[in-house]
């Protein structure tokens, strides 16, 4: 089988070196494209950890977890730098369940905190009285750097026997089984053919199937958003506040802080252009929150925040999916939803398996 992956974001690059792995697969060519330096990958803040409120997100984010902390080469190639983390669900009613799933895979990892507890930490407001308040905090998360896993991936690609890596061009044509480049010495339009093609192509796949007439339902883009602040006083760490909406991880000696944004189908441009034009107005909101939220951190200073748009699909999956009318022969790998980055090494496990074992989702 010569599966071909469009998109050298993280996912696609880690796809394509799953796949070069699989006894099943003959051939594998990646196509990277021309956006690696605005793509999601490159803004990604990469915080990993393994609770998540949805069951199956979850169970990815268990395995990549538990994958990166048991292999040396992969800890190394991603960066990661363990810190611990705070995740406070706004829906608190399965979240002894999924707790006990995260400690299942992770013993002596993941405690629940009330609110009292959450305030010892240094976080601050009315909503954290009461008996139902609750945090799970994970010893073992942390963050990982996805542009250095990205790289590191594609050099070790670069070395293996049934992989052709193809220049940086910009796709100008897709077809079940074929795709066709232009630019980036592919100036006259060179057709590669093959048996599977997966687009892995980020913010990028809903406008490119609809450019080729196929329907990219169930795929949006969405910009997303946070700044880097200089800190004084006592940092909050890794975390998610799903009831402020607030999140955030250390950056070098500042913190990274952000909030959801609520700009939803944005159109990508051209790799040649700049990515989306960062939103001042919520980077006060997020400044504004955060001193609220957590009173002992001062920040003393704000870089220009940074912006980026991604994939996001109906249930916030980085997964294998098949485009309607092309026989199963094209698919989408993309859908993470701005927080792919802990789950990217299960979900390429997952979806290369599946195309090696003829076990794919069908789109008929």
């Not at 057709?191 to 809903?206: K, Q, R, S």
């Amino acid at each position: 089988m010569h599966v071909s992956v469009v998109g050298g974001g993280l996912a696609g690059a880690l796809l394509a070196w799953r796949l070069a792995q699989q006894p099943g697969v003959e051939r594998v060519t990646l196509a990277p494209g021309g956006a690696r330096r605005r793509d999601a990958t490159a803004a990604s803040g990469g915080a990993v950890r393994g609770y998540e409120t949805e069951a199956v997100q979850r169970r990815l984010a268990i395995d990549s977890l538990t994958e990166l902390l048991a292999d040396d080469r992969l800890r190394d190639w991603a960066g990661y730098t363990e810190t611990g983390s705070l995740y406070r669900p706004r829906d608190t009613a399965s979240i002894e369940a999924g707790a006990a799933e995260v400690s299942a895979a992770l013993p002596d990892s993941v405690r629940l905190l009330t609110g009292a507890e959450l305030r010892d930490r240094g976080w601050v407001g009315d909503d954290l009285d009461g008996p139902g308040v609750v945090a799970v905090e994970e010893r073992q998360a942390g963050y990982l750097d996805p542009e250095r896993l990205r790289s590191r991936v594609l050099a070790d690609l670069a070395e293996r026997g049934g992989v052709e890596l193809l220049g940086d061009g910009a796709v100008t044509g897709l077809a079940p089984g074929s795709f066709t480049l232009s630019g980036a010495g592919h100036s006259a339009g060179t057709v590669h053919t093959c048996d599977i093609v997966v687009l892995a192509t980020g913010a990028w796949t809903p406008a490119l199937l609809r450019a080729h007439g196929w329907d990219g339902a169930g795929l949006r883009t969405k910009a997303i958003q946070y700044t880097v602040f200089g800190v004084n006083g006592r940092r909050p760490g890794t975390f998610v506040d799903e009831v402020s909406g607030l999140y955030g991880k250390p950056a070098g000696t500042g913190q990274l802080l952000g909030l959801p944004t609520r700009a939803w189908d944005v159109e990508p441009e051209g790799p040649e252009v700049g990515g989306p034009v960062p939103d001042g107005a919520l980077s006060d909101a997020v400044f504004e929150l955060a001193q609220r939220r957590f009173p002992q951190l001062r920040l003393v200073a704000r870089s220009q925040p940074v912006a980026a748009l991604d994939c996001y699909s109906t249930d916030s999956l980085l997964a294998l999916r098949p485009v309607a009318g092309t026989d199963d022969r094209v698919f989408t790998f993309t859908g993470g939803s701005g927080g792919a980055a802990k789950t990217a090494l299960a979900a390429s496990t997952r979806a290369a398996t599946q195309l090696a074992s003829g076990a794919a989702p069908s789109g008929t």
